[in-house]
C-alpha cells in the first residue's frame, strides 16, 4: 500500500514538474512574434499564426501577429526559415490565410518545385490543405503544374467542377417551360 502511494505521488510530480517546465520554456506563441516572423508560424498548441494589419488612430499602419484556428497537421512550435519562404515564393509579410495564391502558375511553380515539395513540409502541409478546401488535391495539382497547368488553374478556379466539353453525336432535346402557378391562399 505504501509503494503504491508512493507510485502515485512520483506520478504526479512528475506530471506536474512536465507541466511547469513546458510552461517556463515556453514555445511559440503567435501574439509575441513580430511581423518578420508571423506568417507560416505554428504556436506551441498546433495552431497556426495569421499576420493582420490595422490602421492606429494616428493613421499609422500597424502589424499585429494572432492565433488562427487553423490547425496544422504535423507541426507545432514552428517559425518558418527564410530558406523555405524564398524556395515556395512566399512573402514574410503575407496577411491572413488563403488559397488565392494557387490561382498564381508562378506561385504553384515555385510550391510544387522539388526544394519547396520536399524540403518545407511546414508550407506543403498548409497549401495541401487550402488546396483541399477548394476540392484540389495538390500532390495532383503539382503533377499538372509539371505539365499542362492551365486546366488545372481552371479547375481550382471552379472549386474542381468542370464541366465537359463537347462531345460528338449528343442528341439536343426540345425543352419546354411550363408557366409558373402563383401558390393558391387556401
Not at 488559397?99 to 498548409?126: A, E, V
Request: aromatic share 6%.
Amino acid at each position: 500500500m505504501a509503494s503504491n502511494f508512493g507510485l502515485k505521488s512520483l506520478a504526479i510530480l512528475a506530471l506536474t514538474l512536465a507541466i511547469c517546465v513546458q510552461g517556463s520554456l515556453g514555445g511559440i506563441t503567435c501574439e509575441n512574434l513580430n511581423k518578420d516572423t508571423c506568417a507560416f508560424a505554428v504556436s506551441s498548441s498546433g495552431k497556426r499564426c495569421v499576420l493582420e494589419k490595422y490602421v492606429k488612430r494616428s493613421g499609422e499602419e500597424a502589424y499585429v501577429c494572432r492565433t488562427s484556428e487553423i490547425e496544422a497537421d504535423k507541426v507545432t512550435d514552428w517559425v518558418e526559415s527564410d530558406h523555405c519562404i524564398e524556395a515556395c515564393g512566399l512573402d514574410r509579410k503575407s496577411l491572413g490565410i488563403s488559397s488565392d495564391s494557387l490561382l498564381d502558375s508562378g506561385f504553384t511553380r515555385k510550391l510544387c518545385s522539388t526544394q519547396c515539395y520536399n524540403g518545407c513540409l511546414n508550407i506543403i502541409d498548409l497549401y495541401f490543405n487550402l488546396a483541399a478546401g477548394e476540392g484540389v488535391f495538390l500532390p495532383k495539382l503539382c503533377e499538372a503544374q509539371r505539365g499542362d497547368a492551365r486546366r488545372e488553374m481552371a479547375e481550382i478556379r471552379s472549386s474542381g467542377l468542370v464541366a465537359p466539353g463537347p462531345v460528338s453525336g449528343v442528341n439536343h432535346f426540345k425543352y419546354t417551360v411550363a408557366p409558373a402557378v402563383a401558390p393558391s391562399s387556401a
